[in-house]
Nanobody
Framework: QVHLVESGGGLVQAGGSLRLSCGASGGTFSSYVVGWFRQAPGKEREFVATINRSGGLTAYVGSVKGRFTVSRANAKNTVYLQMNSLKPEDTAVYYC????????????????WGQGTQVTVSS
């Protein structure tokens, strides 16, 4: 079983950047696919990005393509989400999750979840 903790959220102006981190403990982190999801108030949880075990394959939701980049450092048991050109509509709680399905875009394909980190983008 792997334990995930997100960090790096905060308040930023539109057009700014943040880098979220997802740190893992327990289990063999490099054996897991990692996904990022977000949930805005009153909305359902939404897929944002995913990265495969080696870090060589990534996928994104269309609304963040070209602005967000997911990467991982397995030696540090960490996955990152670099978010640039942030928009007010990116405001949400961001969660990382670990699972076994490469390219998974559904929350049901992930077994372990962090507690989330708040990202607020002001206009």
């Amino acid at each position: 079983q792997v334990h995930l903790v997100e960090s790096g959220g905060g308040l930023v102006q539109a057009g700014g950047s943040l880098r979220l981190s997802c740190g893992a403990s327990g289990g063999t982190f490099s054996s897991y696919v990692v996904g990022w999801f977000r949930q805005a108030p009153g909305k359902e949880r939404e897929f944002v990005a995913t990265i495969n075990r080696s870090g060589g394959l990534t996928a994104y939701v269309g609304s963040v393509k070209g602005r967000f980049t997911v990467s991982r450092a397995n030696a540090k048991n960490t996955v990152y989400l670099q978010m640039n050109s942030l928009k007010p509509e990116d405001t949400a709680v961001y969660y990382c999750a670990a699972g076994q399905y490469s390219g998974g875009r559904s929350s049901s394909q992930y077994d372990y979840w962090g507690q989330g980190t708040q990202v607020t983008v002001s206009s």
